[in-house]
């Protein structure tokens, strides 16, 4: 079925990230096939063992539209970096569950946009789905499910009791034991 893809122009992430200097200690952006780094921090390096990263100021090495942004910044200056991601509609900015990193989103496209777009082009119904997550953003994506599942791992402090939490985590076959019971 037909690809389809949102990406950020890369004046906007040069924006925000030139708005923003002074308070972000990481950052990230990748295209299909390049990843740009704001600074050599071996968390984000590790995401990325098979494309070697541009390490730069942005307004220098970022020649592309991109797929993702990613933001760190101390705590006391999450809403200032929430405030500059928001000030660029549709774009939206959200925090990292039990991390202190952040990434920018589009309104609208999420897990669940996405579920539902594959669930319609392969003719599945929600109540034959299953879906496996551990994070907040995850909560659309569990949404289209009619099986869904939360890491036992999850470091979510309120789980909706409509999600099933897995007798194991990621690091010990949490989505394999939960299919063989299925």
Same mark, same amino acid.
């Given at each position: ?19 923003a ?7 990230? *952006?990748e *295209? ?14 590790s995401? !990325?063992?098979? /494309?070697?990263?541009?390490? %730069? ?11 993702? =942004? ?8 999450? %809403?200032?970096?929430?405030e500059?991601?928001?000030?660029h ?16 989103y ?5 897990? %669940?946009?996405?579920?539902r ?13 299953? =879906?496996?997550?551990? *994070?907040?953003?995850? !909560?659309? /994506?569990?949404?289209? =499910?009619?099986?869904?599942?939360? /890491?036992k ?14 007798? =194991? ?14």
């Amino acid at each position: 079925f037909k690809e389809i893809k949102h990406i950020y122009k890369k004046e906007t992430i040069i924006d925000i990230v030139t708005r923003a200097k002074d308070i972000l200690t990481d950052l990230c *952006s990748e *295209s299909d096939d390049r990843t740009y780094l704001g600074f050599n921090r071996p968390y984000l390096n590790s995401f !990325f063992p098979y /494309m070697r990263p541009i390490y %730069g100021d942005f307004k220098e090495i970022l020649v592309e539209d991109v797929n993702t =942004a990613i933001f760190d910044c101390n705590a006391e200056d999450l %809403g200032k970096l929430e405030e500059i991601c928001n000030s660029h509609y549709p774009i939206r900015w959200r925090k990292w569950c039990g991390s202190s990193y952040s990434e920018l989103y589009i309104d609208g496209v999420n897990k %669940g946009s996405s579920l539902r777009y594959v669930q319609e082009q392969l003719g599945i119904s929600k109540e034959n789905t299953i =879906a496996f997550g551990d *994070s907040i953003n995850d !909560f659309e /994506m569990l949404d289209e =499910a009619g099986y869904p599942f939360i /890491m036992k791992n999850t470091s979510i402090k309120d789980i909706p009791d409509r999600y099933t939490i897995t007798n =194991a985590d990621n690091d010990h076959d949490g989505i394999a034991i939960e299919l063989i019971r299925l």
